[in-house]
């Protein structure tokens, strides 16, 4: 072993990194999301994507939607540190994988390019309900809603065929069935 | 219709509700209007500091020693930026501190404005929580919170940005609200089954220690009666950590000593060897645990904590009650005691050989050191501190380094809230403006900072303050020219490079004090070492004590780098010393 010449302990062995999607209720307030993307690079987590807005005008509720990976230990911090914020009101945490959650995500597609590339652009986005929002003789705005992995996949693929501009939302989420989380 | 007051009356009026007796502060220009208001409000004593990092330590200090919160008063940037180390070293170690900070004008916010910073972004990662106040509707609502959420679950500091505007703008006043005793963010909701469990694995252990923390003493006075009371009751050994000192009693043949990085022999072996471990109310900090792949590896661990995120944060433990310590060791107590866990009288028997096994471990006398009639051992000096001031109600501040290790390992403490050091941080500088906050709250006590003369400089100036408002704090200063802790290392991990840690130049501390109006004293050889700490405790008023020590004494015992607790470097004293310090250097 390498004698570390420090005062402190030489990191441990690293546990396997699982992708969560950490969901945050806060008091929609000012400074409320930099006190939750503060804590996030403070303390060294990652931000794989965030998704934030108001969602209960009345009671002022902001809902903000993280994707994050960690070792099972980092994601409890996360959730634990998260929680004693002051404007926290809840946090959920789901696994990617978990099938009774809905992750979606949404993706503006502007394609450049001839007739022939554009149509060949809306084929290969049928599967993720493609809405037309703009279209010019040479242009096409496609809006998208699918998983993360699928968005990545898509733009990688329409890349040759003219696309210009990737817009994306973050990955959101929602539990299916009649449960609500608590 | 009610009376309007203004922004800075209603501050004060806020102050007064949550009956605050002492603000620690320096005035400037977008704090005006509060100390304009200050004259009006008998009830409110205010100190004047020399430096803003000067009033936040006094006011931990101040709440440290007297359990309530301490207020800090302060202006826009500078005044705001200065005191950002003592609210950060205030949320390491879990003290309330409530810091109310001006700002200039609303309008003028955003706009670089003379002595603007954004206040709320810098203190944001070391508060538990700020605010800026952009309407007067907020502000006594949002400083009734403050006070609330300062002083509530975990302690800590929180900071109130009050923009100058608002502090001229008029509205009525409420009162605070009666607080509902659940909040979401309080955790006191153990269960009795937790309770149940902890006991089954006390009635188990065979090698059991109790490892304590600062969460003692921030859970009151109360907690450390009770913390006897259950330590006599199961008849365990008990060791604590840097913060935790004075909750249990330092001259107790229960407690084994400090643990971790200088702390004891015994209580770092019994920390690895142990079945079960029960840490009340500290947070397996890395200065306690050295390696963590070798931490304590044979034993159930049980963690008693009132914050959620301590748990498993660095040692996954085996059961976790998350309460507030008086509680939770009240409801042990109360179970025990009732005898429904099979726990008999007591399992004394079960864990005589263990109490064997330490008596073996504390003939090493790992605190020992080799002493000197020629020139006086920092340990030797702090020894005989302790037995000179042990028949009075003594408290004691530290800064940081070697001098602080060697209070901690050589004062023996007997109450809580009587030993005030930063430990989290680590924040030289910090020992006297919190003894000045100490002696504010106990104006008849004997109070002392241990210092090193590196760190007292880095606040020398509050001498000042002590001086102004009449404060007889002690400052005793081991003197060895060196930042000892940096040099320690150095030779230990660097080949002996001394780099920059000798202070070539240091004044004249005899005359430094005198300079700011109080008495100096200069020890210079063991002889007259007695006489002059006795002529420093009798001068009634402020005193820099120089006591001159051996520059080259090292702290021991000391886990090195990356070692688990049973890898300790044991002093000189010990007769194997010259194997383990050749294997100590075989480490570094």
């Known amino acids: ?182 | 219709m009610s009376k309007l007051y203004t922004g800075a009356e209603i501050v004060f009026k806020c102050l007064e509700d949550q009956n605050v007796d002492f603000i620690f502060g320096y005035p400037g220009g977008a704090v005006l209007p509060i100390y304009d208001e200050l004259k009006n409000h008998s009830s409110i004593k205010h100190i004047l500091v020399r430096h803003e990092q000067g009033a936040g330590h006094a006011a931990e200090g101040y709440a440290r020693s007297s359990g309530k919160p301490g207020v800090v008063l302060v202006t826009s940037g500078p005044g705001a930026t200065n005191v950002v180390t003592a609210l950060t070293d205030a949320y390491m170690d879990s003290v309330p501190l409530v810091c109310i900070s001006g700002q200039v004008p609303t309008h003028l916010i955003g706009t670089d404005a003379f002595q603007e910073c954004d206040t709320t972004g810098i203190t944001r990662p070391c508060t538990k929580h700020n605010w800026l106040v952009k309407d007067i509707k907020d502000l006594s609502k949002t400083l009734h919170e403050a006070f609330r959420v300062a002083t509530t679950g975990r302690p800590g500091p929180v900071l109130v940005d009050i923009p100058k505007d608002i502090q001229f703008a008029k509205i009525n006043y409420s009162k605070p609200k009666k607080e509902k005793k659940s909040n979401g963010k309080m955790n006191n909701k153990f269960s009795q089954s937790e309770i149940s469990q902890l006991i089954n694995l006390i009635a188990q252990a065979k090698k059991p220690v109790i490892y304590t923390g600062g969460g003692v003493i921030n859970s009151g006075p109360k907690a450390s009666d009770t913390l006897r009371e259950f330590v006599r009751l199961v008849g365990f050994p008990i060791t604590s950590t840097l913060q935790g000192l004075g909750a249990f009693p330092g001259d107790d043949n229960q407690f084994i000593g400090m643990l971790g990085m200088h702390g004891t022999y015994e209580a770092n072996n019994a920390m690895h060897d142990c079945d079960l471990l029960i840490n009340i109310g500290a947070r397996f900090d890395d200065r306690i645990t050295g390696k963590i792949d070798e931490f304590s590896p044979r034993s159930k661990k049980i963690h008693i904590d009132i914050d959620p995120s301590s748990i498993n944060k660095i040692i996954k433990v085996d059961l976790a009650i998350v309460g507030d310590v008086n509680e939770v060791l009240k409801a042990i107590i109360k179970k025990i005691n009732d005898k429904k866990n099979g726990l008999k009288q007591s399992n004394k028997q079960n864990i005589s050989k263990w109490w064997e096994q330490i008596q073996k471990w504390r003939t090493k006398n790992s605190l020992g050191f080799i002493n000197s009639d020629k020139t006086i051992k920092p340990q030797h000096a702090v020894k005989r501190l302790y037995e000179l001031t042990k028949n009075q109600d003594t408290f004691i501040t530290t800064e940081v380094g070697q001098h602080q290790m060697w209070a901690a390992q050589h004062y023996k403490f007997n109450k809580p809230n009587r030993w005030m050091t930063s430990g989290g941080l680590g924040t030289m500088g910090y020992g006297l403006p919190a003894a000045v906050g100490v002696q504010i709250a106990h104006p008849d006590k004997l109070v002392i900072d241990i210092a090193g003369e590196a760190s007292v400089l880095m606040t020398m100036q509050e001498m000042s303050t002590a001086v102004q408002y009449n404060l007889p704090i002690k400052i005793f200063v081991l003197n060895n020219q060196y930042m000892g802790m940096v040099r320690q290392w150095q030779e230990l991990l660097h080949e002996k490079n001394y780099s920059e840690s000798y202070s070539e130049a240091l004044p004249d501390f005899v005359k430094l004090a005198e300079a700011y109006g109080c008495k100096g004293i200069k020890a210079n050889n063991p002889n007259e070492l007695d006489i002059k700490i006795k002529e420093m405790i009798d001068h009634n008023g402020p005193v820099i004590f120089d006591c001159q020590v051996d520059p080259n004494e090292n702290c021991f015992p000391m886990i090195p780098s990356g070692k688990p607790h049973n890898q300790m470097i044991l002093g000189p004293s010990d007769k194997k010393e010259n194997k383990i310090t050749g294997k100590g250097k075989a480490l570094v």
């Open chain 1, 1 to 182: 072993m390498v004698n570390p010449k420090s005062a402190y302990s030489i990191p441990t062995k690293k546990g396997k990194s699982d992708t969560h999607i950490i969901v945050v209720w806060v008091d929609n307030e000012a400074g409320v999301l930099a006190r939750v993307v503060g804590l996030f690079s403070g303390r060294g987590y990652n931000i794989e994507s965030l998704a934030v807005a108001e969602v209960d005008a009345t009671k002022n509720i902001s809902r903000i939607t993280i994707v994050t990976t960690g070792t099972p230990q980092v994601i409890d911090q996360i959730k634990l540190q998260l929680k004693k914020l002051v404007p926290v009101h809840k946090v959920a945490d789901f696994k990617r994988e978990d099938k009774k959650v809905i992750f979606k995500e949404m993706a503006l597609l502007k394609v450049v390019g001839n007739k022939k590339k554009i149509d060949k652009c809306l084929r290969a986005c049928k599967n993720f309900n493609p809405v037309i929002l703009d279209k010019t003789k040479l242009s096409i705005v496609i809006q998208i809603t699918a998983l993360r992995r699928e968005i990545d996949k898509m733009s990688k693929k329409l890349k040759p065929l003219g696309l210009s501009s990737t817009s994306r939302t973050g990955a959101i989420a929602m539990t299916r069935g009649a449960e609500v989380f608590k």
